[in-house]
């Protein structure tokens, strides 16, 4: 079994899926010699226990194996983990016929390596997949940072008239919105934070944001702890508030704006908390999204599914295309905006929506 402390995977790790044991071998000695740490399986039912315990940059994986075939495999990955949405995945086959190529990259492979494998062309795909992700990877953490940015000058307003001024512009966004101080007190709440909060949803508002029920009050006290925290800058915190009867869940999300400066006159907010209802159409405009993330027209109305609560195969129907085509927007999603998780990417989208509206009316009001 490969021990991540044992290697140096600075060029990153690689599954190889393949059954026959001398080729399986004399790959994984290539990628072992060119620096990359190795996780080997047999069959596909090994190479699915491999992937749900480990995560790994790339995946080899042969089409014909034992138990689950390649297909079947790659199917599973998608359907199970969505943050190995953007892990290359590369089949290994014996066979160029189009249909085997047509068919995984229908079910989103990334490469195909025809058998007797050519190891300069291994090495060179491996190397151009990974390099793709890390751009992507890349690009998406310097917009989030950007996202993140905008918000920090919005702590940097020294008028308390102006910081009234721009969040104001929070009450035109439809999800709950509030502003924490570094103790986690409450500086500015939207109207449908403030609509949200409410004994009906389990929740109260009063200097602070807390849950009327035992089980849920800790969980949403540590959630918000973790977001003020100052090293949990680039960190989104999620938490699904259960409510009564048979109404969806509430989700909360929550991230750090950064350390509070001593420099300023006025209570800084230190974090964002947002509250949305997936009973709620959360009307944020589609051009926004996509100009915020360089999305697609399709993306971006994905993306605005996926907040207001929409599984795949309503977001299917809604917009006319197969859970296939949605599958394969929402990993460009996940790639676009560095998230892994669905959570994740609503609280991207909400956050980043919100961000806008502040910027637009901070540069309104300069």
């Not at 944001?209 to 977001?227: D, E, F, Y």
């Not at 697609?296 to 996926?306: D, K, M, S, V, Y």
């Given at each position: 079994m490969w021990n991540p402390a044992d290697h140096d995977t600075q060029l990153g790790v690689i599954l190889c899926a393949e059954d026959q044991d001398s080729l399986r071998t004399d790959i994984c000695d290539e990628l072992r010699e060119a620096g990359y740490g190795v996780l080997e399986a047999t069959n596909g039912d090994e190479t699915l226990r491999q992937i749900h315990a480990a995560t790994p940059d790339l995946i080899l994986c042969d089409i014909n194996m034992p138990g689950p075939n390649g297909y079947e495999v790659l199917a599973e990955i998608r359907?199970?983990?969505?943050?190995?949405?953007?892990?290359?995945?590369?089949?290994?086959?014996?066979?160029?016929?189009?249909?085997?190529?047509?068919?995984?990259?229908?079910?989103?492979?990334?490469?195909?390596l025809v058998k007797p494998v050519d190891f300069d062309l291994l090495l060179a795909t491996v190397e151009a997949r990974l390099r793709q992700v890390r751009r992507m990877r890349d690009k998406a953490a310097r917009e989030v940072n950007e996202l993140r940015c905008a918000m920090a000058r919005l702590r940097q307003q020294?008028?308390?008239r102006a910081f009234d001024s721009a969040t104001r512009a929070l009450d035109l966004v439809a999800p709950g919105m509030l502003l924490l101080d570094v103790r986690g007190r409450v500086l500015f709440a939207n109207r449908a934070a403030r609509a949200l909060a409410c004994a009906d949803n389990g929740l109260q508002?009063?200097?602070?944001?807390?849950?009327?029920?035992?089980?849920?009050?800790?969980?949403?006290?540590?959630?918000?702890?973790?977001?003020?925290?100052?090293?949990?800058?680039?960190?989104?915190?999620c938490l699904r508030l259960p409510r009564q009867g048979e109404r969806r869940d509430l989700l909360l999300i929550a991230c750090s704006l950064g350390a509070e400066s001593d420099d300023l006159p006025m209570p800084q907010p230190t974090a964002v908390v947002v509250l949305a209802d997936p009973e709620q159409r959360t009307h944020m405009p589609q051009e926004v999204?996509?100009?915020?993330?360089?999305?697609?027209?399709?993306?971006?109305?994905?993306?605005?599914?996926?907040?207001?609560?929409?599984?795949?195969?309503?977001?299917?129907?809604?917009?006319?295309?197969?859970?296939?085509?949605?599958?394969?927007?929402?990993?460009?999603?996940?790639?676009?905006?560095?998230?892994?998780?669905?959570?994740?990417l609503i609280a991207v989208i909400l956050t980043g929506a919100m961000t806008a509206a502040l910027e637009q009316k901070a540069v309104g009001h300069r």
């Open positions: 359907r199970q983990r969505p943050d190995l949405a953007d892990t290359p995945f590369v089949f290994l086959t014996a066979l160029s016929d189009a249909r085997e190529v047509v068919e995984g990259k229908r079910l989103g492979a990334d490469d195909y020294t008028s308390s508002l009063s200097d602070t944001l807390v849950s009327t029920h035992p089980a849920r009050a800790q969980q949403l006290r540590h959630t918000i702890r973790l977001a003020l925290a100052a090293d949990s800058e680039q960190e989104v915190h999204i996509a100009h915020l993330f360089g999305l697609t027209p399709t993306e971006a109305r994905i993306a605005l599914a996926l907040a207001d609560g929409l599984r795949t195969e309503q977001i299917a129907t809604r917009m006319g295309i197969t859970s296939t085509t949605v599958a394969f927007h929402l990993r460009n999603l996940f790639q676009k905006t560095s998230t892994h998780r669905q959570a994740e």
